[in-house]
């Protein structure tokens, strides 16, 4: 793949060669954050219908994008795919069954909002399909259904079709962090949407963790204040 900034549609025009109409582009926002869900950003593309290369030209990873460029691509984001959508875990079944199950639910729960055509479903299972997943190994397990899975790394800066499934995804958790952020004010969620800041770790320690944070990721946090503490949480994060 490209090292470039940019991402490119190279796989998934050889996917589309291959014999695979629809592609569907995945990937993760949140994993890392100690409080609020995970989100798993959905993008399909059917390539009889839309040009894989009509991609938004300001398209990036969304981790070298700011919010407001975020913002300004849903748009375009959604003209040029054929649909897309976004599954989230809350912070309690993170706790209950650990971070690779609440991705591959998030996935399922992405995958079955942009499968709800009946018509869609069938059209899939006539044409083909191919999955690009973003990073190194196949976390969806059977929740791909069946459809076949292209793992990459850095699949979300190269394949702009994850590109895309990730700014969708970090759209939509940021503005539900926000809305959380109100709920459950002294955290300052609405700010560092969930991630382990300076300021969000005293304000655990202060007020102790609230409903949306992941508990069990809290150990070392809530067990002390030493600056050698917070380096170890940022560590397992």
Not at 21 to 46: C, K, Q, S, T
Not at 65 to 71: G, N
Not at 193 to 205: N, P
Request: glycine share 8%.
């Amino acid at each position: 793949m490209s090292s470039k900034t940019s991402p490119t549609t190279d796989l998934e025009r050889s996917l589309a060669a291959q014999g695979s109409r629809f592609l569907i582009g995945i990937d993760e926002v949140g994993r890392g954050a100690i409080a609020g869900p995970v989100a798993v950003g959905v993008a399909l593309i059917d390539t009889r219908t839309k040009s894989l290369d009509a991609f938004p030209p300001a398209l990036r990873d969304s981790k070298m994008l700011s919010e407001k460029q975020r913002e300004a691509l849903i748009e375009p984001i959604s003209s040029w795919l054929t649909a897309s959508a976004v599954g989230m875990v809350e912070a309690s079944e993170i706790d209950q069954f650990g971070i690779i199950a609440a991705l591959s639910k998030s996935a399922s729960r992405g995958l079955s909002e942009l499968l709800e055509s009946a018509q869609l479903r069938a059209e899939i299972a006539h044409d083909g399909a191919t999955i690009i997943l973003d990073g190194s190994h196949n976390w969806l397990g059977a929740e791909a259904g069946g459809v076949s899975v292209v793992v990459r790394e850095k699949a979300d800066r190269d394949c702009a079709l994850v590109s895309a499934a990730a700014v969708v995804a970090k759209v939509e958790r940021d503005h539900l962090m926000v809305r959380l952020g109100v709920e459950h004010p002294g955290y300052l969620l609405e700010g560092h949407k969930g991630y382990a800041s300076a300021a969000h770790i005293e304000a655990v320690r202060s007020l102790g963790p609230s409903s949306v944070h992941r508990v069990t990721w809290l150990t070392k946090i809530l067990a002390g204040s030493s600056s050698d503490t917070n380096a170890g949480v940022q560590a397992d994060l």
